[in-house]
């Protein structure tokens, strides 16, 4: 199953420019970097014209490895001229897509860790993380 992502032309250009040949994800999400650079390349003719004109987003379908192998190549700070929010933005959409695929996934909490309920029992935790962070730099610097 493949979840479609929707690029405009600047972020294809950015993820062709920095996907490679010899990109293969990981051992648990292996990709097929050629197929996912033929993805991105026929976007990249379709929404990058020679006439520099600005066209609508382009669909191109991913598998959740290629998801993930592209969420790698995106930086928060990713920054055009135009747009200082680039990375930001592009990983939202990112982060939707993986978000779909593990919809299912149940995550736990680590041991020993309580789920904060509400806004003064989060002010509590964070009070009491202070002081133990207080403690910890009073006792590391005599």
């Known amino acids: 199953m493949n979840e479609l992502l929707h690029l ?4 294809i250009m950015v ?3 920095r996907v490679q040949n010899t990109d293969g994800g990981t051992d648990e999400k292996r990709v097929q970097p050629y197929d996912l650079l033929l993805k991105l390349g026929s ?3 379709e929404a990058v014209t020679l006439d520099g004109v600005k ?3 382009i669909p191109v379908a991913v598998t959740e490895a290629e998801a993930w192998l592209l969420r ?3 930086s928060s700070s990713d920054k055009m ?3 200082p929010l680039f990375g930001v933005k592009l990983l939202r959409k990112l982060y939707e897509i993986l978000e779909r695929y593990n919809a299912g996934l149940e995550l736990h909490v680590a041991e020993g ?16 993380w202070q002081e133990s962070q207080d403690g910890r730099t ?5």
């Open 8 to 11: 405009n032309r600047d972020e």
């Open 15 to 17: 993820l062709t420019d």
């Open 43 to 45: 976007a990249y003719l």
């Open 55 to 57: 066209g609508p987003e």
């Open 72 to 74: 790698s190549k995106v």
């Open 81 to 83: 001229a135009t747009d």
């Open 113 to 128: 860790v309580r789920e904060e309920r509400d806004a003064q029992s989060i002010k509590e935790a964070l009070a009491r």
């Open 138 to 142: 009073s006792q590391n610097n005599p």
